[in-house]
Every structure is written in C-alpha cells, then in structure tokens.
C-alpha cells in the first residue's frame, strides 16, 4: 500500500473544554459497573504523566522540523496538556468517589523512570507507538456508542472529547519520528519500530490489567472472579482490546501511516453532537 501521509486540509484545533466541574461522581460511575469503571478509570489514572511523558518525548525533536508539523507539534502539545488537566480533574472525582490510584500511579512513574533513562530518539518511539494505541482506541470509542452506553453525559462528553483529538493528532509522533529518523536505513527503522511497539503493547496491556484489578480490590472483588470480570469486559464484552486488534496489527505493514485510515468523518459526527458547554446532545 503507498503510504498515506497526513491530509493537507488537517488543522489541530485544541478544544479548551472543562467537564464535570463541581459535581460528585458516583463511585461507579459507568453505569453502575464496577468492571467497566475500572477499566476506564485505570486508563485515566494514567494520562495525567503519560501524557506529559508524550508533550516532552515530541517536543525534544521539534527543532528543525518543516513549519507544517512544527505546527502540528504546537497544536499536540497544546490538545494534550487540557486532557491532562481534565483527567486529573476526572481522577480527583474518582478519588473523592473512594477509589486510591495511587498504586496505579506508582507504577507508571516507574515505567516512566526507565524509559526515561534512554536516548530521547526511543522515547520518541515509545510515544509514537503509544499515540497510535491511543488513536485506535479512540477511534473504536467513538465508532462504537456501546463503549460509553453506561457513562453520564459529563463523563461520555470527557472522553468523546479526548477522543476526537487524539484521531486529529494521531499522525503527529509519528511524522515526527519520519523527520527525526529520515536519514536511517528501513530495516533499522522497522527494526526498532517492531521491538518498541510489542514492548510498550505487553506494558500496556500487563499495567492496565494490573490496575483494574486494584481498582476491584478496592471495591472488594477479588481473585479468579476478578480476573475473569475484567478479561471478559476487555477482551469479549464489548471487548475493546479485541476489536483493536486488527488497527494495532496494520501499524507493522509495509508502508503503514496513521491517515491511510482517514477517519475524520468520526471527529465530525462527534463534534456536532457535543455541545460546547460539554453536556452532550446524545439522548
Ligand atoms: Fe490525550
Ligand atoms: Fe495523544
């Protein structure tokens, strides 16, 4: 396939949004399921720093970029410092809702201070690997209103809305890292892009399994019935992880770029349907 690259017509538009101020969040608040809520509350105990992680991974590398993504960089950092700012809000809620994600925290602090450790061209890898997680998710959140069938509309507006920016600036570490690698051999490049992309997916995978089950723990489910709760939701029903899976797969083909699927028609249904007060129109 020739490799697409990111539309002409394509502008990163930060969308300063605030949700859920002021209000209490019921402890599960995915309708009234303690596994879906900890799935979702699992991811979002992580994008405070992981996202800062990201901000600091590409913008190591802006300099000398051409003026198109050195824009592009700008209107990244900008979309994912609100999410962090919004997610940190979001997880103080879940907090005040009796949840402690401080375990969960710990743990990717200390993911974070490995990776941290090695060249800042890796760490740039790692975040374009992450960013094309983070895009097929959201892509899969937004295709699919099951996902968020459960939410308030306060929450389902947060996440539709980090959602939609994360498909407009899926492509962002990733032509970053075609700039910053261009004079690299392909072998090498894919050579690297293989070992880090299967080694932040098994991360990924262990890490927000693993906060699940505390999360569960807290709320006194334990056990084999934990595990079986959580793999079902995320690997059958609705089975987010599984219906990646063929996105995640294509990131390894030959000529692979995250605009061969052009899916901005899902930023565009959403948009319309938020309100810019955040409350969405979705009954
Ligand atoms: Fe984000
Ligand atoms: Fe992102």
Redesign the pocket.
């Known amino acids: 396939m020739a490799r697409a690259t990111t539309p002409q017509d394509l502008t990163i538009t930060p969308r300063d949004r605030r949700f859920g101020r002021g209000t209490k969040q019921a402890r599960w608040w995915m309708g009234g399921d303690p596994v879906a809520t900890a799935f979702y509350n699992a991811l979002s105990a992580t994008f405070p720093k992981g996202?800062a992680y990201?901000v600091e991974s590409v913008r190591a590398f802006r300099e000398g970029t051409p003026p198109k993504l050195a824009e592009e960089i700008k209107g990244?950092v900008t979309?994912?410092v609100m999410?962090s700012r919004e997610h940190v809000q979001f997880n103080k809620r879940a907090l005040e809702a009796g949840y402690d994600l401080g375990p969960l925290e710990k743990r990717l602090e200390w993911r974070l201070s490995i990776t941290k450790g090695r060249p800042p061209v890796v760490n740039l890898a790692a975040t374009m690997c992450l960013?094309h997680f983070?895009?097929i998710l959201a892509h899969q959140l937004l295709k699919n209103p099951r996902h968020l069938a459960g939410a308030g509309p306060e929450d389902a507006a947060l996440w539709r809305w980090h959602s939609i920016?994360?498909i407009e600036?899926?492509a962002v570490?990733y032509d970053t890292w075609l700039h910053a690698t261009r004079d690299w051999p392909r072998r090498k490049r894919f050579r690297v892009k293989l070992k880090v992309m299967l080694f932040v997916t098994r991360n990924f995978i262990v890490d927000r399994t693993f906060g699940s089950l505390e999360l569960l723990r807290q709320d006194g489910i334990t056990g084999p019935k934990a595990w079986a709760r959580i793999l079902w939701f995320a690997w059958v029903r609705p089975g987010m992880l599984r219906k990646v899976f063929g996105a995640w797969l294509a990131f390894f083909m030959p000529g692979f770029h995250p605009w061969n699927q052009d899916d901005r028609h899902l930023i565009a249904a959403t948009e319309a349907r938020l309100q810019p007060q955040g409350a969405e129109a979705y009954a």
């Open positions: 996202e990201f990244f979309q994912e999410h960013e983070t895009a920016e994360e600036h899926k570490a």
